[in-house]
């Protein structure tokens, strides 16, 4: 019987994760330097990436991993002949104007529309303040309404104080 037995070392892990780091940020970096329009040897263009001699013992074949990625992006198209002459594509040549793949990925990204969002804010604002408002103005009038109603009472009372003092100031007679 065979048994899979999985391996804790995970140094060929990182060692892939750092590997594809590594492409990406030369991808990111060819992006900026290659021509538009222009065909362009991509051998030639790999020198100005200036990979140490530890990267390129690390990865020795960086330089085709870098061109599959780029064709595979569809970021550059070869030549029908194997002479490793290249030329950017209409994607290629947007990624070039954002200023590499990373930047271009990250405009990707759907942005905030505050035309949107402020409008919305704003209603919602307006919309408790109102309430708010609404709520005060009942509470006042409620209160309002009361005060007018112990007014009338303590003006009857006032009233009939009044009547008592002057029926008490008849029965006592005049000074």
Known sequence: MIKLVRSNNNSHMTNDISKRNKIFESV???????????SFFLNYELKFLNLTTEEKKSFPNIGNEIRIELLELGYIKGSSTPTNIFV??????????????????????????????IPIILSIVFGISMAVIGVLNYKLNRDKDK?????????????????????????????
Request: charged residues 35%; proline residues 4%; aromatic residues 8%.
């Open 147 to 175: 005060s007018s109603i112990e007014k009338e009472q303590l003006n009857k009372q006032i009233d009939s104080l009044k009547q008592k003092i002057r029926t008490l100031e008849n029965q006592r007679g005049p000074k």
């Open 88 to 117: 950017l594509t209409d994607l290629g040549r947007v990624v070039k104007s954002k200023g590499g793949h990373f930047k271009y990925l990250k405009s990707l990204e759907p942005k905030k529309d505050w035309f949107k969002i």
């Open 28 to 38: 990111d970096k060819l992006m900026v330097i290659l021509p538009d329009y222009k």
